[in-house]
């Protein structure tokens, strides 16, 4: 039998073991001074995960301040759980993207798999059934000899959890950069669709209320992730493995119909997953938004181990829990569909008007601190900022071509960033939901609203190296990019959620960068009506000192309201006409034509006119709503040439090009942003010129589509099949181990 | 053609094969719990794809031995008609309504891709409305669907053209190259003896609708409610 | 009394993660190892203290669910 746990068998709380909480000096002072005593253990434990960057935001809450987070289809933004727009009919569509960068470069499979399991939970504790997964992956450079294994684990992981949910994976990204060998990125996002009536947030309200915790039993997993996921990374950062847990997507699947389940009654007052920090987040978050207290009696909380300490279920990190307020007398309702799902269902404290955190057990109180500080009181940084020095403009003639235009397209198909995804696209489920109109492999991914005629297009979006190069013009070329794509499948762009990526903000060239990002994509929101709805921030993201490249990862919603008026990314039909929208000035600065051909990470990357975009972004979808184009696919990473590449490869046929044999890198190659290629059927190109010159968008007639090449380039036709072999032969080959 | 939909612990394409079979039939697919020990009467019998009980043990294994199951046996042996996709698959052979077993995919992964498709029997109620040896294209979904059976039952499958469907390569040819999970003789569905029971690894529901880009699985449906009313 | 099970996949069905590992190792430099079979290994808490009781129960447990005869053997251990 195991001895029960006592307050004088705990250690006392000192300076030196705040330090070890990742308590800075100033902060700890800052907790004596608000508990009015030496705190317990537990309490310590709470303030250190509350006070974390990861959950108080300490860093970034001054610079998050400056986004839009509004507009008259926003229904909730940056706050809870998860943020609400409305799509129409009574529906709202609810997303949110979040990291798990250090779980998974620590332990890749548990890591990712219980990134994509945070998530969903973040959408359907606001009463949304998720409807999609996406996620944007960055992996340090394929030479490294973490790379093949961290991208075998996170594939696996993510699709081992979300297949099982039942979630279809519908789209996503994946870089490889050297400046992530020591920090992946898994950014995982979620959209689910709920009633705009049915609606739940996490503000509990109702003095004497029980708090209701079903799930998953608590055990000793994750025990500090919140201060992990928060500190840098050192060389023993590996030592610290067992504080990663374990996901149990059967459970999540359970869990996900038991809460839709007892979320039809009314029997919920407010809900909240139990994420980073678990039982402690959760309940401080609830009562604290609701200006109350909380009675939490830790006898009644299902263990699934022996011997718990209080302290150890406060900080608890298992996964698949849930706590909510219920409203009293619907706790035998609610326990019965929990039974029904098999799920353990308890009820362990009820809220108080003390404003106080209460924590009794076994006849001891461990915890009985006043709950306002824990988040109004948690340190705010307003750290110095450094701006990244401005990057010389190159010119396309500084960088020619060094092979036909041929080769050097069949070479930049064939190289890490721009292969083929298909390899890890396959090992998820996209389909499952039997929504999904376009997966994996397009530009934006598009999921039917089940039952009506509406499509949501999703996609996730970012150019780490523009935005290392120019964090201004970065950010707002992720959510310029993000609208794009959008805008490709004939959808209306809504709302962000955005994934603020960095290293250690304690260095002011690196707050310079998140500065500079959220300056760029605020600009952008606002002039793209974008807003911003939720979102997440992963600072740290260093090892031995060696930062990643700043990456807001953008996460991008939009609506089609008629599903029939929907286009792909892939050419269509014979004879159709290939248009460029857009104006090309042949930028080749942070161009991947420019890294991989001549070697040089360098120069300004392109600048990006919002006001051209918008025009861009309104016309092209004019033209699908008025059926005049078969398809369209935004021009990225590798510009005009590749995004032709795409569009023959997606759509097995080949393109016959007229004008472009002599067309220099900057042309082919240059990454100038706010263009699209398109095709229409012959009848009707001369609407969409005209379209385009009424809009004051240039537009550029290049080809016909037909045949099984790209034809009219210098150097030759390049054979579809020869593209395809180089296109899809990459990745596959580098994970078998042959590259 | 009335229908229910067999709902498990973990189940997830319950709603996807019952919107199939309702937009054909015009009738409401009853939904079945896996703790019911009654069914109402219906024509067909959906076992759907998933993850029952998270594939713990074995996939299918649990889902074979919960109550509902009884009940589905004792309607297939009535005639009425079963069909199980995917995880459905595994559990009619786990519940030994079909033979054979469903292993490890041999490339150790999860894929979810369209396969090509060749129909080898067009004499059932699931398969009338398909010509002999059509050559279609259906998604698969699945990390365990590569079918093994010892000699005898393969000859008996083979002898007795209870092969529903077999993988082939984009070109329609039965070979290695088109086999997406190391399947013994490239199955990817089959009968039970009387042709009543079907289980196929591809799903029919995903290849239905025409905005799936894809409408090769909806002979399936229309195949049954023609053989059902 | 505690009861182990193994469950393996009977002589002649492909296992595929077995030859991965097998695979594996090669790559690792471990020269003249043959066929590699992977299994489970499954650990049951009884509440029965006659050893043959337990046995027939355990028996009829692998019979039932948890390994399936169509490819897997079983063996048990009473410990």
Avoid at chain 1, 505 to 533: S, T, Y
Avoid at chain 1, 704 to 731: F, K, N, Q, S
Avoid at chain 2, 71 to 98: D, H, P, S
């Amino acid at each position: 039998m195991s001895v029960t746990h006592t307050p004088d068998r705990e250690p006392k709380v000192t300076a030196e073991l705040a330090a070890e909480h990742g308590l800075k000096p100033d902060e700890y002072a800052s907790m004596l001074e608000s508990v009015g005593r030496t705190p317990t253990l537990t309490e310590l434990g709470i303030y250190s995960v509350m006070w974390s960057e990861h959950c108080s935001y300490k860093s970034s809450r001054v610079w998050l301040k400056k986004l839009p987070t509004t507009a008259p289809w926003v229904i909730c933004g940056p706050g809870e759980n998860a943020g609400v727009i409305d799509i129409g009919d009574g529906q709202a569509a609810i997303f949110k993207m979040e990291s798990h960068n250090h779980p998974s470069f620590i332990e890749p499979y548990q890591g990712a798999a219980t990134g994509v399991g945070g998530i969903l939970r973040d959408v359907f504790t606001m009463g949304a059934r998720p409807v999609a997964n996406l996620n944007a992956l960055r992996f340090g450079e394929p030479a490294n000899p973490k790379t093949r294994h961290l991208v075998a684990g996170v594939v696996a992981g993510i699709g081992g959890y979300g297949n099982c949910v039942g979630v279809p994976t519908v789209g996503g990204e994946t870089n490889f950069h050297k400046a992530y060998n020591g920090n992946c990125l898994v950014n995982a996002m979620t959209v689910g669709v709920a009633q705009t009536d049915k609606i739940f947030y996490s503000k509990a309200a109702g003095v004497g209320k029980p708090v209701v915790y079903v799930g998953s039993k608590t055990g000793r997993d994750g025990i500090h992730g919140a201060t992990m996921s928060s500190a840098e990374f050192t060389e023993d950062s590996e030592a610290k493995r067992p504080t990663v847990q374990v996901g149990d997507p059967f459970t999540e699947k359970l869990l996900i119909e038991a809460c839709l389940e007892l979320m039809a009654t009314d029997a919920i007052v407010a809900i909240q997953d139990m994420g980073a920090a678990g039982l402690t987040s959760s309940s401080v978050e609830m009562a604290g938004k609701g200006g109350l207290g909380i009675d939490l009696d830790l006898d009644a909380v299902p263990q699934r181990e022996a011997g718990m300490t209080p302290y150890e279920i406060m900080l608890s990190e298992s996964q698949e829990r849930m706590l909510m307020i219920l409203e009293p007398g619907r706790e035998e309702e609610a326990k019965r569909i929990f039974d029904k799902w098999e799920l353990d269902f308890a009820v362990i404290g009820k809220l108080t008007d003390n404003g106080r955190m209460v924590i009794r057990m076994h006849g001891h109180t461990w915890c009985d601190v006043e709950l306002a500080p824990l988040f109004d009181k948690a340190p705010l940084y307003n750290r110095p900022t450094e701006p990244t020095p401005p990057q010389a403009e190159i010119a396309a003639a500084e960088a020619p071509l060094k092979a036909s235009a041929r080769d050097t397209l069949l070479a930049l198909l064939g190289t890490p960033d721009l292969a083929s995804r298909r390899w890890i696209w396959e090992q998820y489920d996209s389909q499952v939901g039997a929504d999904t109109m376009i997966g994996p492999g397009g530009d934006a991914a598009l999921v039917r609203v089940h039952g009506t005629p509406k499509a949501l297009a999703m996609t996730t979006d970012c150019t780490p190296r523009y935005c290392y190069a120019d964090p201004v013009r970065g950010g707002a070329q992720a959510v310029a990019e993000a609208y794009r794509n959008i805008i490709t499948v004939g959808a209306l762009p809504l709302a962000i959620t955005d994934n603020m990526n960095f290293g250690n903000p304690e260095k002011p060239r690196i707050m310079g960068q998140f500065a500079g990002c959220i300056e760029g994509m605020a600009e952008a929101c606002r002039v793209l009506d974008f807003p911003v709805v939720s979102g997440n921030v992963s600072l740290y993201n260093e090892t031995n000192g060696e930062g990643i490249l700043p990456t807001p990862a953008i996460g991008g919603v939009g609506l089609l309201t008629d599903s029939t008026l929907a286009i792909g990314s892939g050419f269509k039909a014979e004879g159709d006409v290939v248009l460029l929208l857009g104006e090309t000035k042949g930028h080749v600065g942070q161009s991947l034509y420019l890294r991989e051909v001549h070697g040089r990470e360098e120069g300004a990357p392109p600048p990006v006119d919002l006001a051209a975009e918008r025009r861009a972004g309104d016309l092209v979808r004019g033209l699908i709503e008025a059926r005049k184009l078969t398809a369209c696919h935004d021009l990225a990473d590798g510009g005009l040439a590749v995004g032709l590449a795409e569009m023959a490869l997606r759509g097995k046929k080949g393109v016959a090009l007229t004008g472009l044999e002599a067309a220099d890198a900057g042309l082919l190659f240059g990454e100038d942003q706010g263009r699209y290629l398109v095709t229409a059927a012959a009848g009707d190109v001369a609407a969409v010129t005209d379209a385009a010159k009424a809009a004051g968008v240039p537009v550029t007639t290049l080809g016909t589509v037909g045949g099984d090449a790209i034809a009219g380039l210098g150097g030759g036709a390049l054979a579809l099949a020869d593209l395809r072999e180089a296109h899809e032969g990459w990745l596959p080959g580098y994970m078998a181990g042959d590259a | 053609m009335k229908s229910a939909v067999i709902v498990f612990p973990g189940s997830n394409c319950e709603r996807d094969i019952a919107v199939a079979l309702e937009q054909v039939s015009g009738h409401k697919t009853f939904h079945a719990w896996h703790r019911d020990t009654d069914l109402p009467e219906v024509d067909v019998i959906a076992v759907p794809g998933g993850f029952s009980y998270g594939d713990y043990l074995r996939c299918g294994a649990m889902a074979a031995n919960s109550p509902v199951m009884r009940v589905v046996k004792e309607r297939a042996a009535k005639g009425v008609k079963v069909i199980g996709v995917c995880n459905g698959f595994q559990i009619l052979t786990e519940a030994g309504l079909l033979p054979g077993a469903l292993i490890r995919n041999q490339s150790l992964k999860y894929i979810c891709k369209t396969v090509d498709l060749k129909v080898e029997n067009t004499d059932s109620a699931f398969t009338r409305h398909y010509t002999p040896g059509q050559h279609i294209g259906i998604p698969v979904g699945h990390g365990e669907g590569n079918y093994v059976a010892d000699e005898e039952t393969l000859k008996r499958l083979e002898g007795d053209g209870r092969v529903a469907f077999r993988y082939t390569d984009a070109n329609g040819v039965v070979n290695a190259a088109g086999n997406p999970n190391g399947a013994t003789n490239n199955i990817a569905g089959i009968f039970n003896e009387t042709r009543t029971v079907l289980g196929m690894m591809p799903h029919p529901e995903r290849a239905f609708d025409p905005q799936h880009g894809n409408t090769d699985g909806r002979a399936l449906f229309t195949s049954l409610l023609e053989s059902l009313s | 009394m505690k009861a182990k099970v193994t469950v393996t996949l009977k002589h002649g069905v492909l296992d595929p993660q077995g030859k991965a590992i097998g695979h594996a190792l090669q790559t690792l430099g471990f020269d003249g190892v043959g066929e590699v079979r992977q299994g489970k290994l499954i650990e049951l808490e009884l509440e029965e203290t006659d050893a043959a009781k337990a046995k027939a129960a355990v028996e009829a447990m692998c019979q039932r669910l948890l390994a399936n005869t169509v490819i897997e053997n079983y063996a048990i251990e009473l410990v």
